[in-house]
């Protein structure tokens, strides 16, 4: 594929955006790269991805700002559409999705990695939304989903001063999970994979439904949606297989997504 790189390892895969001469900036080649890398995913047997960018100075710098340049209003609106509808289908991804963000995570890179269920950061990550500086906003989602994930005050900081922060700080915030040097950061976010694809598949995946259904509307309705989900998981072999280890003193046989 172009611009985007996937290699499977057993049960979780790694994405890699391959676009290193531009910092791994989003064009449209690369969104439509990673719409079809996500339409590979065989989701019977990956549970659990991680996104990064190629090479060790950016994750994603950001929307291409030499493609957006010369836009006009419905080529704008069409370009963010583009985006968003992506950026939300990895955010729903059957499986849960790690962002390890090896560098700069400006504009469209921290939306990118937002959009994620997990952000593991190295040292020298760098996290932004430039766009008012551009006479733009943000187009990918960068306006809800940082305040949701930091709080409205701080995301609005961020938002209106388009001041980068570090990782430091972005885990300070609690924008990130952790942060590692940039030789760790790979090894870590492998390690976060397979011990989530050690756990029930279903299961997994019925909790990352929960959790994001749950966010989008009040607590009564949450709790439906999560009871619902919670009875799915009966029945299953996985629930058997690891109720029946638990009662038995043993660990659970692999899990069969079954
Ligand atoms: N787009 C295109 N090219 C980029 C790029 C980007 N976002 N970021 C870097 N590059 C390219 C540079 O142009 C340069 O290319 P050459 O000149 O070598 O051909 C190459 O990558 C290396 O970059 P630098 O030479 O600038 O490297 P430095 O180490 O000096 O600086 C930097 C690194 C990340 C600080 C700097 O490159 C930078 O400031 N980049 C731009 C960061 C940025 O502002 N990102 C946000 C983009 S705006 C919307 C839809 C989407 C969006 C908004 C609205 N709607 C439809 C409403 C999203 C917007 C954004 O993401």
Redesign the pocket.
């Known amino acids: 594929m172009g611009f985007v790189k996937y290699e499977q390892k057993e049960q979780y895969a790694i994405i890699t955006i391959d676009r290193e001469?531009?910092?791994n900036?989003?064009n449209s080649q690369v969104l439509t790269d990673l719409d079809e890398v996500l339409n590979g995913v065989d989701v019977d047997t990956v549970r659990a991805l991680i996104i990064t960018g190629a090479g060790a100075?950016?994750f994603v710098?950001?929307?291409?700002?030499?493609e957006?340049s010369s836009l006009t209003k419905e080529q704008?609106?069409a370009?963010?559409k583009k985006?968003n509808d992506l950026f939300r289908r990895i955010e729903t991804f059957p499986v849960p999705v790690i962002a390890a963000v090896n560098g700069?995570a400006?504009?469209?890179?921290c939306?990118l990695s937002m959009a994620c269920d997990i952000r593991l950061a190295a040292e020298n990550a760098k996290f932004g939304q430039?766009?008012v500086?551009?006479g733009?906003?943000?187009?990918?989602g960068g306006t809800q989903r940082l305040v949701r994930l930091i709080g409205v005050g701080k995301a609005k900081e961020m938002l209106y001063t388009c001041a980068q922060i570090d990782a430091q700080e972005a885990l300070r915030i609690g924008l990130v999970n952790a942060v590692y040097t940039s030789e760790e950061l790979m090894p870590a976010a492998e390690k976060m994979a397979q011990k989530i694809a050690r756990n029930a598949p279903i299961a997994v995946r019925a909790t990352k439904k929960a959790a994001n259904d749950g966010l989008q509307t009040d607590m009564d309705t949450a709790i439906a949606i999560e009871a619902k989900l919670f009875g799915s998981c009966f029945e299953t072999e996985d629930q058997r297989n690891g109720m029946t280890a638990f009662l038995e003193k043993r660990r659970p046989d692999p899990y069969q997504n079954k």
């Open positions: 001469k531009a910092l900036a989003l100075k950016s710098a950001g929307a291409d700002i030499s957006m704008g609106e370009f963010g985006g700069f400006l504009g469209g890179g939306e430039p766009e500086g551009l733009i906003t943000p187009g990918f």
